[in-house]
């Protein structure tokens, strides 16, 4: 007797519904995680910028308080018992007191310097240290030290250097022939004779009397040199004193 024989149809490939689940939920999960990341990022940079931006802030407060506290000289001079006196209102002072006589001061020492640069005039730092131990030199005999003198006058070595340079350009420029004749000097001495110490040589008195001939000589003739200069220059005043 045959066997019936029972044909088995292949069993259909079932998908697998956990793996396919488990893909979502990881998918779902990734773009979580990707959002979050997100979110966070965009969170840390905006509390980076925020630090960034306070603490730029501190050091440009502290920068100003140190400027501040460095230029406080320049604003306030003096505090009397919590009251400021502040610069500004003793320059407006000074400048009611001195202002002209300082403008013309100034006036007079740019043209030196123009009418130097004209003509090729010079000092150089050699003549200057000269002149400076020709003071000192001055002072010593009178029993005085040229720092002392200056510290009372509110002066310092590089101020007495600029007027000595200015001095000797205008030397230069107006004094080369000037000159005190012998009987200049022997006319001088004759009619001061009894103001001359004893302990001087006739020589060094000659010589002595001489120099302050020419020194008058001179100052008359910067006097009228300066006026002359000053009358030809175009000064334009901003402020008048």
Known sequence: MAKSTTTKKP????TP????ASRSTSKTSAKASVEKTKTTSTSDIKAYKF??????AVLIAIALAGLLFALRSMIVAAVVNGQPIYRWDIIKETEKISGKQVMSNQIRNILIEQEAKKKNI???EEEIDQEVKKVED?????GQELDQVLEIQGMGRGELRELLRLDKLVGKLVGQDIKATDKEIDDFIEANKETFPETQSEEEIKE???????QQKLQAKVQEWLADIQA??????VVEY
């Open 11 to 14: 069993a259909a490939k079932k």
């Open 232 to 237: 030809k220059a175009q000064i334009n005043y």
């Open 51 to 56: 630090k960034t931006v306070y603490v730029v």
């Open 17 to 20: 519904a956990k793996k396919s």
């Open 208 to 214: 002595s009397v001489g120099e302050s001939l020419k």
């Open 138 to 142: 001055t002072l010593k005999e009178q």
């Open 122 to 124: 010079t000092v150089t």
